[in-house]
């Protein structure tokens, strides 16, 4: 890869509009418009980015983020409604929808900005994002735009760029394609690379729809609390069956029900890759149709400011309602009294109390180390058995004379020149943003932001004395940019200002993941999402939110999490409808089909 306010539902727009027979295929332009939460620059999809106008709003500092804590002193003997382990997207959605539906909260971060791998930093007059630019849910329509309506459910917007093209594929046998804004833009494009493919591209890329216009039709809040569930499946029987069909299926199995070309598999591998770190056979084809979709039905669209000014909004919203949030606060453990956890305690020794947990660590990190005397939870062990973590990346953010990129370069690259085995290895493919292409005010004047990252092992890294270390992050830091020269940048090299280097040990230190981890990734071939466990955990009050929950990786996705825990945990204090007998029953049946996984 990638909810709003109304009553204690988080959707303004229910049954207003009807997307569940979106048609792709006809052309949309977005145009000066705005809903609550986003707010879109006057801007043509046929526009070069060159000449849009921006104006920058809440750059981010360090300074500055401190300041919005709020609350010195937060008070330790106060009983919360919820504790958020770390302030991630997942974890800062669920702690500001909770409290708009009236829960007292509190967030922990150990950093001293909120974002996670969605935050920011600044050195030298650059603003960088510290982890993807490719922002989904950030439209002005539909159900699936999550950023959108979290930030509108705490009187939030951002105005953002839209990106004319999601990505830009350089793969090999001089494979070249343009994802456009335009799906019919994008699958003409397809179609003229492997025109005897027409209509096994029409097919796959249809049954995606299928998937996205089944999820954007419906309210989306938690598929653990059966009141909900059972309401959207009268409302909605055929969506819901919809979904449910494609629930064990992975997106390489339905392609090559279709198409037969292995460069076009080849290809539909690589799309997947961005979507999940793994190729199409390991991807969940709900995760594939929610993300191979919406690139098209609400458009990737860039925060002027930074990726950073989203979690920056949502806390400043959070503490708005009247919650809080503490910085450079290390949650160490999770505190257990007679089978249930009832609060936290934090590097400085100070212990926090509430009615529920949410930790939006990893769960490796929630279990292996917040938890450290607790025996694993049965269903712990079950994931742990069909999900690994997935490799962590070496990281290169560079600023670099603009004239080094030709006139009208794409925002996102994907490269892999030579062998389509090397996918998934470690260094083998290249993921490039340039996010000064659609915002300037990024970077000094003349100047471009290149954000380089590929997959690589925390063991790679682990051991080497601190010059052998410096030393291979320059070798491997400059073969990455070699082949961005050879492929894309003639001169990249010689027009570099700034760069600093990131490993996954860098990872591992700032982003609290254990080893670096980008997130789950499935031991084998999955059967689709059968085997992602939701938010819910083996311990009574304790809750997880982010990656390591259903759907999984991703700035959308995590979102979904975060909207899917806040209404668990709403029910669960009293500020949702609850049935207990229900519950236990779905909750049961939702073990069950886990262990089929």
């Not at 909260?105 to 960088?128: A, C, H, M, N, W």
């Not at 590929?454 to 070798?475: F, I, V």
Request: one cysteine or more; aromatic letters at 10%; a neutral charge.
């Amino acid at each position: 890869m990638s909810l709003g306010c109304y009553q204690t539902v988080l959707f303004p727009r229910e049954g207003k509009s009807d997307f569940s027979s979106w048609n792709p295929l006809k052309n949309s332009q977005l145009k000066g418009n705005k809903i609550s939460g986003v707010k879109f620059s006057n801007f043509q999809v046929s526009q070069r980015r060159k000449c849009i106008p921006m104006k920058l709003k809440s750059l981010l500092s360090v300074d500055s983020a401190v300041e919005i804590e709020g609350k010195e002193g937060v008070n330790t003997g106060s009983k919360y409604d919820a504790i958020v382990i770390g302030s991630g997207i997942g974890g800062l959605v669920a702690a500001t929808q909770l409290a708009v539906k009236g829960a007292k909260v509190l967030v922990l971060e150990k950093y001293v900005i909120p974002g996670g791998s969605s935050g920011y930093y600044q050195r030298d007059g650059y603003t960088f994002d510290v982890g993807s630019s490719v922002m989904f849910g950030f439209s002005d329509k539909g159900n699936l735009n999550l950023i959108t309506q979290a930030l509108a459910a705490v009187g939030r917007e951002m105005e953002v760029i839209p990106d004319p093209t999601t990505v830009h594929f350089h793969l090999p046998n001089n494979l070249s394609v343009q994802v456009h804004r335009e799906y019919s833009e994008f699958i003409n494009e397809l179609m003229s690379k492997f025109p005897h493919e027409k209509e096994g591209i029409l097919k796959f890329y249809g049954e995606c729809w299928k998937i996205f216009n089944a999820l954007n039709s419906l309210q989306l809040k938690s598929l653990e609390e059966p009141i909900y569930l059972f309401g959207q499946f009268f409302q909605k029987p055929l969506e819901c069956l919809t979904l449910a069909y494609y629930l064990p299926q992975n997106a390489g199995d339905i392609a090559r029900k279709y198409v037969k070309d292995p460069d076009l598999l080849s290809f539909i591998d690589a799309e997947c890759f961005i979507v999940s770190t793994v190729n199409a056979l390991r991807t969940p084809m709900i995760n594939a149709g929610m993300v191979l979709c919406d690139r098209h039905f609400g458009g990737i669209n860039y925060p002027v400011g930074g990726v950073g000014g989203i979690a920056k909004s949502l806390a400043e919203g959070l503490i708005d309602q009247g919650s809080e949030i503490l910085y450079k606060a290390n949650v160490t453990n999770i505190i257990i009294d007679q089978g249930k956890a009832v609060g936290v305690k934090i590097s400085d020794g100070r212990e926090f109390f509430a009615q529920t947990i949410i930790s939006n660590a990893t769960r490796w990190d929630t279990f292996g180390k917040l938890l450290k005397a607790e025996n694993l939870p049965k269903e712990e062990e079950n994931f742990q058995k069909v999900y690994v973590k997935a490799p962590s990346f070496l990281s290169i953010h560079m600023g670099v004379k603009a004239d080094v990129l030709p006139p009208d370069t794409d925002c996102h690259h994907f490269v892999l020149e030579d062998d389509w085995t090397r996918l998934e290895e470690p260094y083998g493919s290249i993921f490039l943003s340039i996010p000064t292409v659609l915002d300037s005010s990024l970077a000094p004047k003349g100047r471009h932001i290149l954000h380089i990252f590929t997959t690589s092992p925390l063991e790679d890294w682990e051991g080497l004395p601190p010059k052998d270390y410096e030393a291979k992050k320059e070798l491997i830091a400059d073969e990455i940019i070699g082949r961005l020269e050879k492929k894309l940048f003639p001169g990249l090299k010689l027009s570099i200002v700034f760069k600093e280097v990131g490993t996954p040990k860098t990872h591992r230190r700032y982003l609290a993941r254990d080893m670096g981890t980008y997130g789950p990734m499935p031991r084998q071939i999955p059967k689709g999402l059968l085997g992602m466990p939701f938010n819910t955990t083996g311990i009574s009050g304790l809750y997880c939110v982010g990656d390591s929950c259903f759907p999984g990786q991703g700035v959308i996705a995590v979102a979904f999490s975060g909207v899917m825990c806040a209404h668990r945990v709403a029910a669960d204090i009293g500020l949702e409808k609850k049935s207990p007998i229900l519950d236990a029953a779905l909750l049961g049946l939702l073990g069950w089909l886990r262990t089929l996984a």
